[in-house]
């Protein structure tokens, strides 16, 4: 059957996984039963364990449930730590559910899916040689990828039923109470790797820094804590962020970061104690750039800023631009310093952050959000998930989450290469154009309809370039031509979930 993105939902996957195809961007008043973890008592001094291999013998058995975090991001040890491990004790059928999955992981879950270690995976992306042979069809099952605020969620209904956790930490006591602020690889926030804390069965902390007890400020207390394992590095801070963020100087970005600035300060949101959520690329960073100068030169101050946190925003809270910063993720090493000094850095868990089912997220309160896009259709609705090829190469995020902001407007460039971004159908809906309100390119911007109040805004303000979608599709048609179609088997590798836990969309194998 087809949802209301006009979506082919095949009848067989509705049947088999009692999904609900997906209805609509709001989220009524539901009562969600949370679950809870089995708790075992621990008595003792110390809960150290002398390996990652101890650990694994003791704890994982066959057709398992087991999570990490992507906090270290390129320069996570952890996960490939244990993932040998897991692989060379021979352990089969297990369920995958970290937070999400960068290159540096693929490559051993690649060798888990051929030898049968893995058959499941649930995740917020996957890129590179994994999301590669997902593509072709290597794993037993479909993904399931989720939104942060989706994940939360799943993990907090029970959707995710974590066995076990392992949860890289840059420091820890021996009874587990642990931060990621502090050390030479912290990270900043644990905001994703909290979710698993609270609720897996079995909670294993892996560090290169045994703190002496008391360790605290505790994120994760050792009240959750079963093992602590000492190694010789978690992982390699130079690959965890760039320390000092480079501003983009391509021409292109910056006058699609000029133009996002110009719709956020002529909107009805640019007010005293707005709210925003930016990303981390060029373009998002010099949004940052620009609305600094727009906030100064109109007496503004934000409320908070949300979501990934880099270090211009945390030089708008030095400067006082920004009261408060809800940090569930650093993308740099001066984001992730910050936290330890500044008291209005605050520390957030991905529920918190994001998570529809619960009495409030952040996300709720957002102005204006500034997101990216793979591709963004004639509907609106917005891929991040399959490049041209059709091939898995992105990750939800935190994109449909913060595209409840009043104020959603996706940047991207009008083409990339001999690639049109603006396409008459997107090769995967991740996120539904009700809920996106403006899409900025290099040439001009496009409103959407049903956002009369932005057309009436916007269209009065002199130099700004205003399309509708159909002729920014067809500007960018012009220049790359029409590409021939898809071809995709009727195999369904990966489910794409919307924030509520409905199907949006499927993704199908692709044929050689």
Known sequence: MKNKVNREIPDEILASTGYKP??????????????APKVRATTGPSKVVESIDKIVEETVRDGMTISFHHHFREGDFVFNMVMRSIIDHGLKDLTLAPSSLTNVMNDIVVEAVEKGGVTNITS????????????????????????????????E?????????FLGVPNADEMGNANGMNGETAFGSLGYALMDAQYANTLVLITDDLKPYPNTPASIKQTQVDYVVKVDKVGDPDKIGSGATRFTKDPKELQIAKMVNDVIIHSPYFKEGFSFQTGSGGAALAVTRFLR???LDNHITASFALGGI?????????EGLVKKIMDVQDFDKGAAFSMKSNPNQQEIDASWYADPANKGAMVDKLDVAILSALEIDTKFNVNVMSGSDGV???AIGGHQDAATAKLTIISAPLVRGRIATIVPDVT???????????????????INPKRTDL??????????????????????????????PLQFTDRVVALAEYRDGTLIDVIKQVKD
């Open 124 to 155: 917020s992306g996957m890129r590179g040689s994994l999301g590669d042979v997902v593509s072709h069809g290597a794993l037993k099952n479909p993904v399931i990828f989720r939104s942060h605020g989706g994940r939360a969620r799943a993990i």
């Open 455 to 484: 057309i009436e805004a916007l269209s009065k303000v002199p130099g700004l370039p205003i399309y509708t979608i159909e002729e920014l599709q067809e500007r960018a048609q012009k220049i790359v031509g029409t590409p021939e």
């Open 310 to 318: 880099t270090k211009p925003t945390i030089d708008l809270l030095e």
């Open 22 to 35: 997906f209805e609509s961007v709001e989220y009524g008043h539901q009562v969600n039963q949370r679950v």
């Open 392 to 394: 898995i190469r992105g």
């Open 157 to 165: 209904n029970g959707d995710i039923k974590i066995d076990v956790a």
């Open 428 to 446: 995967t809906v991740i996120t539904p154009g009700d809920s996106i309100d403006v899409v900025v390119t290099e040439i001009g911007l496009a």
């Open 293 to 295: 100068q727009a906030m």
